[in-house]
């Protein structure tokens, strides 16, 4: 009887330390869709023609044209609303190219971490503004370095590759003037923010950050802390030697 009794002791402990171990298991899982599943962030990039979610991946989808007027809006569909002469200061040439819609889709870490090793940022883009226009990195096509090709910057701050790509090297001013220099600008495609070359009140040098142009900092946005790049007005201007964390994808 003993041995009877030990038995079924041992069978109903072993039962309650699996449903105990099973609600654990759903519990978390809940947990992290309930984390995943808010994109409120993420949604700011008004730009966007959709901000959704896959797996551990917000997908953003803009067609690139910037919601500001350019010069590189002449000779196009939009060029009547949208073309403006270069009334900026200083010299402007402008480049061969006209801005032309693209299709592109950005898919970053919904929760970017560290990467225990980092990766050095591509040509082309490397991340997403809030009006749905491009970050490139601190070179100029075929990896040279980016002052010469300053000069074609428009009055905001950017300009169309070769394919009519619209993108911003550094800062773009139509986000820090109607936004503001201390708010979100948009993301990489590691998933970190990106934020303006305003913070506390004062100009964001380039010594202050690390290599990849960036600080662990609490913020309006997250205000448990996280680390964030910075946009400063001296090179590298936007991210510095790599991603912080893994980078996601960009297709057009």
Same mark, same amino acid.
């Given at each position: 009887?003993?041995?009877?009794?030990?038995?079924?002791?041992?069978?109903?402990?072993?039962?309650?330390?699996?449903?105990?171990?099973?609600?654990?298991?759903?519990?978390?899982?809940?947990?992290? #869709? =309930?984390? /995943?599943?808010?994109?409120?962030?993420?949604?700011?990039?008004? $730009?966007? +023609?959709?901000? @959704?979610? &896959?797996?551990?991946?917000?997908?953003?989808?803009?067609?690139?044209?910037?919601?500001?007027?350019?010069?590189?809006?002449?000779?196009?569909?939009?060029?009547?609303?949208?073309?403006?002469?270069?009334?900026?200061?200083?010299?402007?040439?402008?480049?061969?190219?006209?801005?032309?819609?693209?299709?592109?889709?950005?898919?970053?870490?919904?929760?970017?971490?560290?990467?225990?090793?980092?990766?050095?940022?591509?040509?082309?883009?490397?991340? #997403? =503004?809030? /009006?749905?226009?491009?970050?490139?990195?601190?070179?100029?096509? $075929?990896? +040279?370095?980016? @002052?010469? &090709?300053?000069?074609?910057?428009?009055?905001?701050?950017?300009?169309?590759?070769?394919?009519?790509?619209?993108?911003?090297?550094?800062?773009?001013?139509?986000?820090?003037?109607?936004?503001?220099?201390?708010?979100?600008?948009?993301?990489?495609?590691?998933?970190?923010?990106?934020?303006?070359?305003?913070?506390?009140?004062?100009?964001?040098?380039?010594?202050?950050?690390?290599?990849?142009?960036?600080?662990?900092?609490?913020?309006?946005?997250?205000?448990?802390?996280?680390?964030?790049?910075?946009?400063?007005?001296?090179?590298?201007?936007?991210?510095?030697?790599?991603?912080?964390?893994?980078?996601?994808?960009?297709?057009?």
């Amino acid at each position: 009887m003993k041995v009877f009794i030990k038995t079924i002791l041992t069978a109903t402990v072993l039962i309650i330390i699996f449903i105990s171990c099973k609600k654990s298991k759903s519990d978390e899982a809940d947990e992290t #869709v =309930s984390v /995943n599943a808010d994109l409120s962030i993420y949604k700011k990039i008004y $730009g966007a +023609s959709s901000v @959704t979610q &896959e797996g551990n991946f917000v997908v953003i989808k803009t067609n690139d044209l910037p919601d500001h007027k350019s010069p590189y809006y002449q000779g196009t569909q939009w060029s009547s609303a949208k073309y403006e002469a270069y009334n900026g200061t200083g010299q402007f040439i402008k480049n061969p190219s006209s801005i032309v819609s693209q299709n592109l889709t950005f898919r970053i870490p919904l929760n970017p971490k560290e990467a225990a090793s980092k990766s050095a940022t591509p040509m082309g883009p490397i991340g #997403v =503004s809030l /009006n749905g226009v491009p970050f490139f990195n601190q070179y100029a096509a $075929g990896g +040279s370095p980016l @002052t010469n &090709e300053i000069i074609s910057f428009d009055q905001y701050g950017g300009h169309p590759q070769q394919q009519g790509q619209y993108h911003y090297h550094s800062e773009p001013f139509y986000l820090t003037s109607t936004k503001g220099k201390a708010v979100l600008l948009g993301f990489l495609l590691d998933g970190f923010p990106v934020y303006g070359p305003m913070e506390n009140n004062a100009a964001v040098t380039n010594v202050q950050l690390d290599a990849y142009h960036g600080h662990i900092g609490v913020t309006t946005d997250y205000p448990n802390g996280i680390y964030h790049y910075h946009i400063t007005s001296t090179d590298p201007y936007i991210n510095g030697n790599g991603f912080y964390g893994s980078p996601g994808t960009v297709s057009n």
